[in-house]
């Protein structure tokens, strides 16, 4: 059969916007609660966003935390509150490059070189969805099994793009706020990344941009 990308849990960028909003002001006043739910809103998405980027469960671990302390420090300065999504995404982005940078430097490889599948565990470990029957978990499990492997066969900034966009269902003009560069470098990014995924995995996925 033919499976997606699409996470049906993952929150869209537009959803409970008003509400969302209403938190990022609560916690810039200072509401430790609110900060909390932000918290719980995004843990999963950055987790699995930073996963895919570095390749290392610990480490995802690690950084994820470090994302959201350094979003507590500097959300005083986030001058517009429907801009989180965008600016706490940039914050993992950013960190999980300059993370990236410093493994390649040590194991003096290029920040774009593709990693091997040994990097991680299952290629691309999840926080686990309990719901749905159990024969459609499992069958859905081998599927995304094989749909991880090869989305860490790609480079780190394809990685981003893919599970951004076709994962998290976030557009284009926002995961390229978040990723430094412009529109059209995105759609290339997705574009190249899409052939790549094609080639490996044929009939299993089912994609579009």
Wanted: net charge negative.
């Amino acid at each position: 059969g033919v499976t997606s990308l699409a996470e049906p849990s993952a929150p869209t960028l537009d959803a409970n916007r008003e509400s969302l909003t209403a938190l990022v002001n609560a916690a810039r006043q200072g509401d430790m609660a609110a900060f909390e739910q932000l918290f719980h809103r995004f843990q999963r998405r950055l987790f699995n966003l930073i996963y895919q980027m570095v390749g290392n469960e610990d480490d995802a671990a690690e950084i994820t935390q470090q994302v959201f302390v350094r979003a507590h420090d500097s959300l005083g300065r986030l001058e517009h509150a429907e801009a989180f999504t965008t600016w706490i995404h940039t914050i993992a982005v950013n960190l999980c490059r300059d993370h990236v940078r410093r493994r390649a430097h040590i194991k003096t490889e290029s920040i774009d070189q593709k990693y091997g599948d040994d990097d991680g565990p299952d290629g691309g470990r999840e926080i686990p969805d309990e719901s749905g029957s159990p024969e459609s978990v499992v069958e859905d499990a081998e599927k995304h099994t094989m749909i991880r492997q090869a989305i860490r066969s790609l480079s780190p900034n394809h990685r981003a793009v893919v599970t951004m966009h076709h994962l998290q269902g976030m557009e284009v003009v926002d995961i390229a706020k978040i990723m430094g560069c412009r529109v059209g470098t995105v759609k290339s990014r997705l574009a190249r990344a899409r052939d790549e995924l094609h080639g490996r995995l044929g009939g299993y996925l089912q994609v579009s941009i």
